[in-house]
């Protein structure tokens, strides 16, 4: 199979496919940041990083204060 194609099904959606560009170059950002910079919504946003991390695309890290950055 091609890379390409094996990495647009790995991503698999148009949501996954924005926070990850969002997140090239950026490094890491807040959660209300990828909201404000995406303009998805909270549970649309949770359920893509969600998926993410699962895949092993992003690595979430909560700090001691009760924000997470991703």
């Known amino acids: ?5 094996e990495a647009v099904t790995e991503i698999g959606s148009e949501w996954r496919l924005i926070v990850l560009h969002d997140l090239v170059g950026a490094g890491e950002k807040r959660f209300n940041e990828l909201k404000r910079s995406t303009d998805a919504s909270s549970r649309t946003l949770s359920r ?12 979430r890290r ?7 950055t991703y």
């Open 1 to 5: 199979m091609c890379p390409v194609v």
């Open 48 to 59: 893509v990083l969600d998926d993410l991390e699962e895949a092993g695309l992003v690595e």
């Open 62 to 68: 909560v700090e001691d204060k009760p924000i997470a």
